[in-house]
């Protein structure tokens, strides 16, 4: 059991401000009653050692005189200056605070008398980011900004249709006979076997016994107590008592144990490979066909009007289109292929408004992108 601590505390008189030592009854400067005032904990207040001081603080509060007001030890029945009865006067309260840092009293304290070195906390690193690296962000992020300001501009300039080029192509795919593989009981619909082979298709572990290895690993171990001050106690007297509480310290302990670590081989898993054949739609050209000056038309594919299921035959899978269209600025002379307006690729319909010699108002943005030609039906695109 350690023995308490205790304080002697202060209190400033309400009369002339000056702070006086808490066990003071009277003001040192104008002599005034100490009254009901607050008492204030000092944090490297005196300690009270003398037997007798350590008995009036402990014995319990003062009380306060209903007549005038001094202030008067626990165990006096009447006061000391009007010798009023205690019993019409009224008992200071007993009163506790926590120390949490804030609260008007001290941080958590940590005494020196802890049985082991408090615990080094180790706060993680933080590097700072070179100043390049800031700047090049900064520059980075008002580039984008810049990029999309000029987007969002809009010019306006007249200019006439200099060139056109359409590009249309067609896939072509034939009904052919295809030589694949498959692990048995995969095999598509329609697969027709040619051979078969027994192939590693895995590998699994199996165990052929135990190894014994040493391994260290990290146990957490409470190695002492420290004493960390919780709070205090107002005695009501001008003295703090110091409530201490035990808090136990932990470390990490590196240990090592024996352990036994299973040993695995690898084993192959065979399974059946089947080669098989089978008949499908197969992409095996692209036809394109392309012009400045002409009507833009569809390749020619060879593939039959109503397609069959039979090897050999063709038939036409996807089809795709492009049309560009080169633009004169009739202002500066500038060139400008568009195959797209806005986010729209330029469609067919547009392509052929555009005959060569025409001029039209044309939008452009401060990157340069053609974005709209409003004489254009439908105008909004
Ligand atoms: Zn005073
Ligand atoms: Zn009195």
Redesign the pocket.
């Known amino acids: 059991m350690v023995e308490k601590i205790i304080r002697e505390g202060s209190w400033i008189c309400p009369n002339c401000q000056t702070k006086n030592r808490g066990a003071k009854e009277t003001c040192d400067a104008c002599g005034a009653v100490r009254g009901n005032v607050q008492f204030l904990y000092e944090e490297d207040g005196q300690v009270v050692t003398d037997a007798a001081e350590r008995a009036k603080a402990t014995a319990g509060p003062d009380w306060i005189?209903a007549?005038?007001?001094?202030s008067n030890a626990f165990d006096r029945p009447t006061?000391?200056?009007?010798?009023?009865a205690r019993s019409e006067g009224t008992l200071r309260q007993v009163k506790e605070a926590t120390v949490k840092g804030g609260e008007g009293l001290a941080r958590r304290q940590v005494s020196p008398h802890a049985t082991v070195a408090p615990d080094v906390r180790i706060e993680p690193v933080k590097v700072p980011l070179p100043l390049w690296f800031k700047a090049g962000c900064v520059i980075a992020v008002l580039g984008l900004l810049a990029l999309v300001g000029l987007q969002s501009l809009s010019f306006e300039d007249t200019m006439t249709v200099v060139g056109k080029e359409w590009r249309r192509a067609i896939q072509v795919m034939q009904y052919q006979t295809c030589r694949e593989g498959a692990w048995r009981g995969e095999l598509p619909a329609g697969a027709r076997e040619i051979r078969r082979q027994e192939k590693i298709r895995s590998y699994r572990d199996v165990l052929i016994g135990y190894q014994t290895v040493e391994e260290t690993y990290t146990e957490r171990q409470q190695v002492g107590t420290r004493k960390v001050k919780k709070g205090v106690r107002d005695l009501g007297n001008g003295r703090f008592e110091e409530i201490w509480d035990d808090e136990p310290i932990y470390r990490d302990v590196q240990k090592t144990r024996t352990v036994q670590k299973p040993q695995y081989r690898k084993e192959p898993v065979y399974d059946t490979w089947i080669e098989f054949d089978i008949d499908r739609w197969k992409d095996i050209e692209k036809a394109v066909a392309q012009g400045t000056t002409d009507e833009p038309r569809w390749p020619e594919t060879g593939a039959a009007a109503h397609p069959r299921d039979i090897v050999g035959e063709k038939r036409e899978g996807a089809r795709e289109e492009t049309y560009k269209v080169t633009f004169k600025s009739d202002k500066d002379g500038k060139t400008y292929v568009v195959d797209k307006l806005g986010h729209q690729p330029l469609s067919y319909e547009a392509f052929r408004r555009l005959q060569p010699g025409d001029h039209h108002k044309v939008i452009i943005s401060g990157l340069g992108l053609v974005k709209d030609i409003p004489g254009l039906q439908p105008s909004s695109r």
């Open positions: 005189c007549f005038c007001g001094n006061c000391q200056s009007c010798s009023a």
